[in-house]
């Protein structure tokens, strides 16, 4: 292209030189043809014309490819800023998610897991917001937790109910996310794009197990903002990590749990050892007192008293014992459960009879209740004796002289429910005239414990007979209640039976 331009600069150089040259001749002949003189200068007028001509489309030429040069640079400009920036972006991310993981990693607490996760998501991202939620899927609810935002939290402690939501949750606890633009303006935030993400482990992910959403991330934004592929794949990231670190806190505070319950269950049974060692010793030590006196020269009345000792030492000792097999029996669910037909009206008799004479030696009242055209039950008449007569002992044992003690029996029954027939159930309630602190109530049912300074006839005892009635009454499906108040307790006892003839309706 510019060998031509020159060659046209050369050509209109010519047919100048030949104009001046003619002109010349022209002027020194005195007669050169005039004709000639006109052709030459046309001719020169041509060349010059063309060869501004030709100039003149170099010259746009040029200035063509001098714009597409500049487009072509201003082009590359910008691909270098674009990809300069997603470089920094992905450093960002993978700086954010380096430094969301070193922190959850070492971390086994989900509050400081979601909290770091929402910061670093709303700081890296530049979001208006974002929220962290932890699901009940038993109750079907979903709870905001965590929130870091720009303006004053509005959501956090939020309780959604997931059926009220059902097209938003069905998709997130399928493991999906998904973007939209609120329809409806917030009234703090107006008009907003979300990102709603789910926070559960990669079933493909090493270590995964079974997948189970745990809860969401949700992510505000600007009301025209679309979040990228990239955005979107980093969010869930961050969600597996999350996910992750609370799956192992939550292993972490289950496994620490089993430690402080072992922890217990051994102090239990280091106290309950001693307990039982020293409750086992006490009446050996009396035995052999008593015959460690009997070989002395005693008389008649004495050796009569340490025979007596003899006696109760050996039926406490054996009380114990039988005590404690009936506990551990129950403890491993191994009790038997025998039942048979049961006439109250021939039963209770049977089973006060014994404490009858106590009362009498004890100046204490004893009353009883019990309607007379009761039908027939069927239960486990060990049992019920039992714990009749446990809960009868101890009303003995902690009411003073002069005081009452009231048993009543009744049958009562639960309330139809979703078709099920009312359960006919037997009612025990035992009433005696002592108040136990309220602060010792909660411990009544241990096993070796005694309410302090509250046995006026210094009976003493093993301390496992409320215990044992508790377990007995758990044996046979029932439930046992206690209160005390104004100088009175009561203990109420409410055991499902079967009766040989239905109650008469009111």
Same mark, same amino acid.
């Given at each position: 292209?510019?060998?031509?331009?020159?060659?046209?600069?050369?050509?209109?150089?010519?047919?100048?030189?030949?104009?001046?040259?003619?002109?010349?001749?022209?002027?020194?002949?005195?007669?050169? !043809?005039?004709?000639?003189?006109?052709?030459?200068?046309?001719?020169?007028?041509?060349?010059?014309?063309?060869?501004?001509? $030709?100039?003149?489309?170099? %010259?746009?030429?040029?200035?063509?490819?001098?714009?597409?040069?500049?487009?072509? %640079?201003?082009?590359?400009?910008?691909?270098?800023?674009?990809?300069?920036? &997603?470089?920094?972006?992905?450093?960002?991310?993978?700086?954010?998610?380096?430094?969301?993981?070193?922190?959850?990693?070492?971390?086994?607490?989900?509050?400081?897991?979601?909290?770091? =996760?929402?910061?670093?998501?709303?700081?890296?991202?530049?979001?208006?917001?974002?929220?962290?939620?932890?699901?009940?899927l038993e109750q079907g609810t979903s709870t905001v937790c965590?929130?870091?935002?720009?303006?004053?939290?509005?959501?956090?402690?939020?309780?959604?109910?997931?059926?009220?939501?059902?097209?938003?949750?069905?998709?997130?606890?399928?493991? @999906?996310?998904?973007?939209?633009?609120?329809?409806?303006?917030? /009234?703090?935030?107006?008009?907003?794009?979300?990102?709603?993400?789910?926070?559960?482990?990669?079933? @493909? !992910? /090493?270590? =995964?197990?079974?997948?189970?959403?745990?809860?969401?991330?949700?992510?505000? @934004?600007?009301?025209?903002?679309?979040?990228?592929?990239?955005?979107?794949?980093?969010?869930?990231?961050?969600?597996?990590?999350? $996910?992750?670190?609370?799956?192992? =806190?939550?292993?972490?505070?289950?496994?620490?749990?089993?430690?402080?319950?072992?922890?217990?269950?051994?102090?239990?049974?280091?106290?309950?050892?001693?307990?039982?060692? @020293?409750?086992?010793?006490?009446?050996?030590? %009396?035995?052999?007192?008593?015959?460690?006196?009997?070989?002395?020269?005693?008389?008649?009345?004495?050796?009569?008293?340490?025979?007596?000792?003899?006696?109760?030492?050996?039926?406490?000792? =054996?009380?114990?014992?039988?005590?404690?097999?009936?506990?551990?029996?129950?403890?491993?669910?191994?009790? /038997?459960?025998?039942?048979?037909?049961?006439?109250?009206?021939?039963?209770? /008799?049977?089973?006060?009879?014994?404490?009858?004479?106590?009362?009498?030696?004890?100046?204490?009242?004893?009353?009883?209740?019990?309607?007379?055209?009761?039908?027939?039950?069927?239960?486990?008449?060990?049992?019920?004796?039992?714990?009749?007569?446990?809960?009868? %002992?101890?009303?003995?044992?902690?009411?003073?002289?002069?005081?009452?003690?009231?048993?009543?029996?009744?049958?009562?029954?639960?309330?139809?429910?979703?078709?099920t027939p009312p359960q006919p159930r037997l009612v025990f309630?035992?009433?005696?005239?002592?108040?136990?602190?309220?602060? &010792?109530?909660?411990?009544?049912?241990?096993?070796?414990?005694?309410?302090?300074?509250?046995?006026?006839?210094?009976?003493?005892?093993?301390?496992?007979?409320?215990?044992?009635?508790?377990?007995?009454?758990?044996?046979?499906?029932?439930?046992?209640?206690?209160?005390?108040?104004?100088?009175?307790?009561?203990?109420?006892?409410?055991?499902?039976?079967?009766?040989?003839?239905?109650?008469?309706? !009111?």
């Amino acid at each position: 292209m510019n060998s031509r331009l020159q060659q046209h600069f050369e050509t209109a150089k010519i047919s100048f030189k030949n104009l001046e040259d003619g002109l010349s001749d022209y002027l020194e002949s005195g007669s050169p !043809s005039l004709a000639d003189l006109v052709a030459a200068l046309s001719s020169s007028l041509t060349t010059l014309e063309q060869t501004c001509h $030709a100039m003149q489309r170099r %010259n746009g030429e040029l200035e063509l490819f001098y714009e597409q040069a500049q487009q072509l %640079n201003a082009d590359l400009e910008q691909q270098v800023r674009q990809r300069t920036e &997603e470089v920094q972006r992905s450093l960002d991310f993978e700086s954010m998610l380096k430094r969301i993981t070193d922190r959850v990693r070492d971390s086994l607490d989900e509050g400081h897991i979601l909290q770091t =996760a929402v910061q670093e998501l709303t700081l890296v991202l530049g979001l208006g917001g974002c929220n962290a939620s932890l699901y009940d899927l038993e109750q079907g609810t979903s709870t905001v937790c965590y929130e870091y935002i720009d303006s004053v939290p509005t959501s956090r402690g939020k309780v959604a109910q997931m059926d009220r939501f059902p097209e938003i949750y069905r998709q997130l606890r399928r493991g @999906h996310y998904f973007q939209f633009c609120s329809l409806m303006p917030n /009234p703090e935030r107006g008009h907003v794009a979300l990102l709603a993400c789910p926070i559960f482990v990669d079933t @493909h !992910s /090493p270590g =995964a197990g079974d997948q189970q959403v745990l809860g969401d991330l949700w992510l505000i @934004h600007h009301k025209d903002y679309v979040f990228n592929e990239f955005e979107i794949r980093m969010v869930q990231q961050v969600a597996n990590q999350c $996910a992750i670190a609370i799956r192992q =806190a939550r292993l972490y505070q289950t496994a620490q749990a089993q430690v402080e319950e072992l922890e217990k269950l051994n102090r239990l049974k280091d106290e309950f050892l001693s307990t039982v060692s @020293h409750e086992l010793r006490t009446p050996i030590s %009396n035995v052999r007192m008593a015959v460690h006196m009997l070989r002395q020269n005693v008389d008649e009345s004495r050796r009569q008293r340490y025979f007596e000792i003899l006696e109760s030492e050996a039926a406490r000792e =054996a009380e114990l014992i039988d005590d404690l097999l009936d506990l551990q029996r129950l403890e491993i669910a191994s009790y /038997p459960i025998e039942v048979q037909w049961i006439d109250l009206a021939v039963w209770l /008799p049977e089973v006060v009879a014994p404490f009858q004479s106590r009362v009498v030696n004890r100046k204490q009242l004893l009353s009883v209740d019990c309607a007379s055209a009761l039908p027939a039950i069927l239960s486990d008449g060990t049992i019920l004796r039992r714990i009749l007569a446990e809960l009868l %002992n101890n009303a003995c044992k902690y009411t003073p002289s002069e005081g009452a003690i009231a048993l009543q029996v009744t049958l009562a029954s639960t309330e139809a429910h979703n078709g099920t027939p009312p359960q006919p159930r037997l009612v025990f309630t035992v009433r005696n005239q002592a108040e136990i602190p309220s602060k &010792e109530i909660p411990h009544i049912f241990e096993k070796f414990y005694r309410v302090p300074y509250a046995d006026p006839w210094k009976q003493g005892g093993t301390g496992l007979g409320l215990a044992l009635v508790k377990k007995l009454v758990h044996q046979i499906n029932g439930a046992i209640a206690v209160e005390s108040v104004d100088g009175w307790t009561m203990f109420n006892v409410n055991v499902p039976i079967e009766l040989d003839e239905p109650l008469p309706t !009111s």
